[in-house]
């Protein structure tokens, strides 16, 4: 029969083991991680505001964050312009949230990225979404036509918003 002290020696080198790998992983997280330092928060250029609503050939400026594609029967043509500026855009990319919604995003006419759904276990929907658009100072002053479709059978459903201009990278995070 083991002694009690045995047990009790053993419970010790087995808290200083679990204490110093503790220890270590904390420190690890402190000075070896991003994790404190706000080098992420870069300059961001809100686009929220900047777009322009196209339903049956009428235009009608609208803040994209509270557009729902249903009150548009599921679609809606959005238009915007980017800045003018090349060096503001020369390290951004264009940054946005999707809830439920497949949608094109075209540059001039020229499809740059395009999200479709797909089912899962839960149905067609699945939430909120984070996109990222590669720009390059060549697309200054260009407009951004994003054609919004909801993906809901009903047509209920489908929004975009929280556009800007960041670092996609850091957007994410």
């Not at 690890?28 to 991003?34: I, K, N, P, Q, R």
């Not at 049956?56 to 500026?85: C, F, I, M, Q, W």
């Not at 995003?105 to 999200?115: L, W």
């Not at 556009?163 to 957007?171: E, I, P, Q």
């Amino acid at each position: 029969m083991k002694k009690p002290i045995d047990k009790i020696r053993k419970m010790n080198i087995i808290t200083v083991i679990y204490g110093v790998i503790l220890c270590a992983i904390i420190l690890y997280m402190l000075f070896f991680t991003d994790m404190l330092r706000k080098v992420y928060s870069d300059d961001v250029i809100k686009l929220s505001k900047e777009w322009a609503l196209i339903d049956n050939g009428e235009t009608a400026h609208v803040d994209v964050d509270k557009l729902d594609a249903s009150e548009y029967d599921g679609e809606a043509l959005l238009r915007a312009v980017l800045p003018t500026d090349p060096d503001l855009i020369s390290d951004k990319d264009l940054c946005f949230w999707s809830d439920n919604a497949k949608f094109t995003v075209n540059i001039d006419d020229r499809e740059v990225y395009s999200f479709d759904y797909g089912e899962n276990l839960t149905g067609k929907g699945y939430g909120r979404k984070y996109h990222v658009v590669k720009l390059s100072s060549l697309d200054a002053g260009k407009s951004i036509d994003n054609t919004l479709d909801t993906v809901f059978e009903d047509r209920s459903g489908g929004r975009v918003g929280g556009f800007c201009l960041a670092n996609g990278m850091n957007y994410i995070r």
